[in-house]
């Protein structure tokens, strides 16, 4: 999980690539890698594998080691509800060439998730990616897409229930990015909010 980077006076500090994410289930990651296979034969790019598919959240970025437990306090205090995530359309980014699925209808608990995770990051001194844009909720299927012009694919909405967040270190290496999860955060569900909180 730790590279070594230099530092200004010429030393070396140790430091986590990390990010926030809803994790899917097995069978909506499994779904949701189909598609992004099927849409990288016909468009060229490098399809999400079932393992990684995931929504970010936050993206930090590099962390120092020494960080990392005021990083996971600070997403211990995030209250925010369980809700469902339907992903109900696909979308292309030119620019980026990322194919990716969204909602049309992003749920209100998803939002305030977002905004109290943001919220809570930057009180505890951690830059957050984009934090001065608005929150845009996907998930990318495909990067590097060479026909961006492929038409975009139309299948029934998939849902995925979410109960929990995580934090995930990110190694990068030449061909592709290795996740792992180092921590784990419920939301707040029916059962807990009558008891254990
Ligand atoms: P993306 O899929 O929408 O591109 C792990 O790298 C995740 O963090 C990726 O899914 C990516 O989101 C997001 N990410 C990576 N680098 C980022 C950056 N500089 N700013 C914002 N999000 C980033």
């Not at 070396?12 to 690539?17: D, S």
């Not at 590099?62 to 995030?78: G, I, Q, S, T, W």
């Not at 060439?97 to 305030?112: D, H």
């Not at 990616?129 to 845009?136: E, G, H, I, L």
Request: with cysteine; proline share 6%; charged share 20%.
């Amino acid at each position: 999980m730790s590279a070594e980077r230099g530092t200004q006076d010429g030393g070396w500090v140790e430091t986590a690539r990390v990010f926030f994410a809803l994790w899917p289930p097995p069978e909506a990651a499994q779904h949701l890698s189909d598609v992004a296979d099927v849409f990288a034969q016909c468009a060229g790019g490098r399809a999400t594998r079932r393992t990684t598919v995931h929504l970010t959240l936050a993206f930090i970025g590099d962390v120092k080691l020494e960080r990392l437990a005021d990083l996971k306090r600070a997403a211990r205090h995030v209250r925010a509800e369980a809700f469902d995530l339907t992903l109900d359309h696909f979308g292309l980014w030119h620019h980026k060439r990322i194919f990716w699925a969204g909602c049309s209808v992003v749920p209100p608990a998803l939002v305030e998730l977002a905004s109290a995770l943001r919220t809570a990051l930057q009180a505890a001194e951690f830059d957050v990616a984009d934090a001065r844009r608005n929150f845009f909720p996907h998930v990318t299927l495909v990067r590097k897409v060479m026909a961006p012009g492929t038409q975009l694919p139309n299948h029934a909405p998939l849902s995925w229930p979410c109960a929990h967040f995580v934090l995930v270190s990110s190694s990068l290496s030449a061909k592709r990015a290795a996740y792992r999860m180092i921590a784990e955060y419920p939301l707040i569900t029916a059962a807990l909010s009558l008891g254990e909180l």
